[in-house]
């Protein structure tokens, strides 16, 4: 029997995972901590392959090298390497996009494909996250049925910036749409809301909506000296 592990911290993968991987061939195993993922456990398993759906720790040249090691990567590589790619992708427009399947390397975001499948960027990032998690999900379905060759990244390279935290704050010139797609994109669990200061508070929204000639929205209020949620 071979053995494969997904490797995720984010709540729609992990849901996503619990519902598929008990239909498939093998032996499953999840890693949703940063300290499991080491070449000593890797190495008890000996898997036939890592997947990668949402992993925002380094992982070490020894497992890169020594296993198969897949990643997910929402863009159309090798458009869009680099950090925040939903955010950064609404921030530039695009309605869609696709959700590339790659072999890791020691380069980030550098390796040859195996799959590439469309995705809306309509919605919430919640939402779109959890489309994600179901193509992810199918793609690893048809990399171990189908063990496709892999295909070499062809096209203009893009590299998109990692957003922080702060960069979440909502432009005080910026349109309607721009501030549904503002709020849109962050709204997510684990993610930092879209907020505004006001003097000793600070105002998060989400749940936006598009209206005829306004935005709706949830309001959140607290103090400044409450830790964010994320």
């Known amino acids: 029997m071979k053995n494969y592990i997904v490797a995720t911290i984010k709540p729609w993968n992990i849901q996503q995972y619990k519902k598929v991987v008990k239909n498939l061939p093998g032996k499953w195993y999840l890693i949703d901590q940063p300290k499991k993922l080491n070449l000593a456990y890797i190495r008890k398993i000996n898997p036939e392959f890592i997947f990668f759906p949402h992993w925002s720790w380094k992982v070490s040249d020894e497992i890169i090298n020594d296993y198969e090691c897949v990643c997910f990567h929402m863009t159309d590589l090798p458009y869009g390497k680099?950090?925040?790619?939903?955010?950064?992708?609404?921030?530039?427009?695009?309605?869609?996009?696709?959700?590339?399947?790659?072999?890791?390397?020691?380069?980030?975001?550098?390796?040859?494909?195996?799959?590439?499948?469309?995705?809306?960027?309509?919605?919430?990032?919640?939402?779109?996250?959890?489309?994600?998690?179901?193509?992810?999900?199918?793609?690893?379905?048809?990399?171990?049925?189908?063990?496709?060759?892999?295909?070499?990244?062809?096209?203009?390279?893009?590299?998109?910036?990692?957003?922080?935290?702060?960069?979440?704050?909502?432009?005080?010139?910026?349109?309607?749409?721009?501030?549904?797609?503002?709020?849109?994109?962050?709204?997510?669990?684990?993610?930092?809301?879209?907020?505004?200061?006001?003097?000793?508070?600070?105002?998060?929204f989400d749940k936006a909506e598009k209206l005829k000639g306004r935005v709706e929205a949830r309001v959140i209020i607290y103090d400044k000296t409450k830790k964010r949620n994320y």
């Open 82 to 204: 680099g950090g925040s790619p939903l955010q950064n992708l609404i921030k530039r427009n695009h309605t869609k996009t696709v959700v590339t399947a790659l072999k890791m390397e020691k380069k980030f975001d550098s390796g040859p494909i195996y799959f590439k499948k469309k995705l809306s960027l309509k919605g919430s990032a919640h939402v779109i996250y959890t489309n994600f998690a179901l193509i992810a999900f199918d793609l690893i379905k048809k990399i171990i049925s189908e063990k496709p060759k892999l295909k070499k990244q062809l096209g203009r390279t893009v590299v998109f910036k990692r957003r922080i935290p702060e960069e979440s704050i909502v432009p005080k010139k910026i349109s309607l749409k721009n501030i549904y797609d503002h709020i849109r994109m962050l709204d997510a669990p684990t993610y930092p809301k879209a907020f505004i200061e006001w003097g000793s508070k600070i105002i998060e």
